[in-house]
């Protein structure tokens, strides 16, 4: 692991900053304690980070889970209640890890996993344009539509100038110079440069920015638009701010709903960036989802003992990791010994960052998930991987990410019944000379309901004195609706004086008296149609 921290220390440090701002703004939109966020944060990064077997993967707090969070907490009475059900939910979640359902996150499209990226990506640039001019009304890190200051997503884009800060602009820009060159200029001159990155250097020039100008009128940057972490006086006041789940709330049935549903939001976050971030990964390892399970559910276990908010898997750290060269879960380690250390040691200086600095190294982030060269590389896919990919992101920027997701795969699934729909078999006319026509209907290798909606139509439009020659040679399942459609038929083909060959690996049968009698007499043997 240790092999490649030359690339995983740099990496590390771009995540802290990354991670530092969303764990205390998630922490705050939740209506929790502003150190549950970072408590949450260092056990995503230590704990989860080491348990899992995801390289370049990232924990911690959820902005999807904000809403659950701030709801369950007045509806259980206190935070500390709260934090039992966050418990179980680990514990439901190692259940999920036995149980292997880890497997489920394979079965998204990979449109709408790319849609997840991009929409998440527009998410984070629009989400971060109002904090990059000092308009700091919304927390760090939401990603709803609606926001908690009675705004949505572009309302707040175009009140910014109400509420311009021009320190906030000035340091903004030019840490977003900063970072733009380190990353196109110096970074392919030498090693050097990749080794310290442009986001550190960004964030060093905020705080000596913010140190120099403190007096001046027109550029001071007041501390509302500031990093805010709590700063204990001393040990005994550090520890206090750990909360201790109540455990006498157990017994309440609220407690069990609310650990229920963020056992089940939270794998399906964690298992969408699993299955994000391996797409990603430019060495294109491939993450046991259900060993993730049981890292995550072991995570919250503890994250819940010690006052933490619930952890997921989270994109937004994650693809910064990726995108800073991170190539081990190293990096994903040390940036939760750094958000330790740091609110231990130096939180006085962390108070110093200016938040738009940190919505500057943001807004790469963004922009490097929603490249406008990918909008033309899914539109050459065809409409079928295009109209998916586009709900999925038009759904994110204009809910949430869940709902998004959501919406992209309820059209993905339209799309593959649509495609099996066509696809369940073949047709081959044929004109005989005597007037009567012949066709060759070849079923595909699998037959199931979606497909009875072709098939009868076929069925229903053949014409009179029509010669029908059904092919099974090559279909291992019919579905039993199949074999109901083909036995009505019957009566209908007699009507219409159509002659019926039916070909199978038992041979071929004329005008088959029951199609129903004929599939259920085939032998245990039989393969091509079991």
């Not at 990979?110 to 109002?130: A, C, D, E, R």
């Not at 109400?162 to 320190?167: E, F, P, S």
């Not at 392919?188 to 120099?212: D, M, N, R």
Request: hydrophobic share 50%; net charge neutral; charged share 15%.
């Amino acid at each position: 692991m240790f092999k490649n921290i030359k690339n995983d220390l740099p990496a590390s440090i771009v995540v802290f900053f990354v991670a530092l701002p969303l764990c205390l703004g998630i922490a705050l939109a939740s209506g929790a304690p502003l150190f549950s966020g970072v408590i949450a944060g260092i056990i995503g990064g230590v704990i989860v980070g080491s348990l899992s077997g995801s390289k370049l993967g990232v924990s911690g707090p959820a902005a999807g889970l904000a809403a659950i969070v701030l709801t369950a907490i007045g509806t259980l009475g206190s935070y500390e209640n709260f934090l039992v059900a966050v418990v179980l939910a680990g514990i439901i979640q190692l259940i999920f890890g036995f149980l292997k359902a880890g497997v489920i996150g394979y079965y998204f499209p990979s449109s709408v996993i790319k849609g997840m990226l991009t929409g998440i990506g527009i998410i984070i640039i629009l989400k971060q344009i109002p904090h990059f001019f000092g308009y700091d009304a919304e927390p760090e890190g939401a990603d709803s539509f609606l926001e908690v200051s009675g705004e949505n997503t572009f309302s707040s884009l175009f009140n910014i100038f109400d509420h311009l800060i021009l320190g906030s602009v000035v340091i903004g820009v030019l840490g977003l110079a900063v970072i733009l060159f380190w990353d196109t200029v110096l970074a392919k001159k030498a090693k050097f440069f990749t080794v310290i990155q442009g986001p550190l250097i960004a964030v060093v020039l905020g705080i000596i920015f913010y140190l120099l100008t403190g007096s001046n009128e027109t550029l001071a940057i007041s501390t509302s638009h500031l990093v805010s972490v709590p700063i204990p006086e001393d040990l005994n006041s550090f520890l206090g701010q750990f909360s201790f789940p109540n455990f006498a709330a157990i017994t309440n049935p609220e407690v069990w709903i609310v650990a229920f549903t963020i056992a089940l939001v939270a794998s399906l976050e964690t298992l969408l960036s699993v299955e994000a971030c391996d797409k990603l990964d430019p060495n294109k390892n491939v993450t046991p989802t259900n060993r993730e399970l049981l890292a995550q559910g072991a995570g919250n276990i503890i994250s819940g003992l010690v006052g933490g908010l619930p952890i997921t898997q989270v994109i937004v750290r994650s693809s910064a990791n990726v995108q800073s060269g991170g190539k081990t879960k190293l990096s994903t380690i040390l940036h939760g010994f750094f958000l330790l250390i740091s609110v231990i040691l130096i939180p006085s200086l962390l108070n110093k960052i200016p938040l738009s600095v940190l919505a500057a190294i943001l807004l790469v982030v963004g922009y490097k998930l929603a490249k406008p060269a990918l909008f033309k590389q899914m539109y050459k896919l065809g409409w079928k991987q295009f109209v998916p990919f586009v709900v999925t992101v038009v759904g994110i920027v204009f809910t949430d990410l869940l709902v998004g997701i959501g919406l992209g795969l309820a059209v993905g699934i339209v799309v593959i019944l649509l495609k099996s729909y066509q696809n369940s078999h073949f047709l081959h006319i044929e004109d005989k000379s005597n007037g009567k026509h012949k066709i060759k209907m070849t079923l595909a290798e699998e037959v199931t309901f979606f497909n009875k909606g072709a098939i009868l139509k076929e069925l229903d439009s053949l014409p009179r004195d029509t010669s029908l020659e059904i092919n099974l040679i090559k279909t291992r399942y019919l579905d039993n609706d199949i074999i109901e459609i083909l036995e009505d038929f019957l009566h209908k083909a007699k009507e219409r004086n159509i002659d019926i060959k039916l070909i199978s690996k038992r041979g071929i049968v004329e005008n088959p008296t029951s199609f129903i009698h004929f599939f259920n007499d085939r032998p245990k043997s039989d393969l091509s149609l079991s």
